[in-house]
């Protein structure tokens, strides 16, 4: 098991910037790939976007391309994604989750992973 807390979330004006962090803890972090999700209400949860364990590989959302960017730091076994250029309907509560089982492609269903944080709101203003 991994225990994952997230940070850095709140109430943004469009076109402003966020930067939300993933605390992981349990397992050893450069064993496993990691993502974040974002759930509006009365939504699904979505993938945002994934990074591989190493952060070799990733994969990004079409609504996401160009303005957020995943990346994680082993060292500190923490996940990061910095959101650029919001727009209010990045409005969500964002999730990080921890993929466990050996996979070569990235997950992009919440099926693919094992464990998640509890989220961080994300409120941009228009």
């Known amino acids: 098991q991994v225990q994952l807390v997230e940070s850095g979330g709140g109430l943004v004006q469009a076109g402003g910037s966020l930067t939300l962090s993933c605390a992981a803890s349990g397992r050893t972090f450069s064993n496993y790939a990691m993502a974040w999700f974002r759930q509006a209400p009365g939504k699904e949860r979505e993938l945002v976007a994934a990074i591989s364990s190493i952060g070799s590989r990733t994969y990004y959302a079409d609504s996401v391309k160009g303005r957020f960017t995943i990346s994680r730091n082993n060292a500190k076994n923490t996940l990061y994604l910095q959101m650029n250029s919001l727009k209010p309907e990045d409005t969500a509560v964002y999730y990080c989750?921890?993929?466990?089982?050996?996979?070569?492609?990235?997950?992009?269903?919440?099926?693919?992973?094992?464990?998640w944080g509890q989220g961080t709101q994300v409120t941009v203003s228009s």
């Open positions: 989750a921890a993929c466990l089982r050996h996979t070569i492609v990235l997950p992009t269903t919440t099926e693919g992973y094992d464990n």
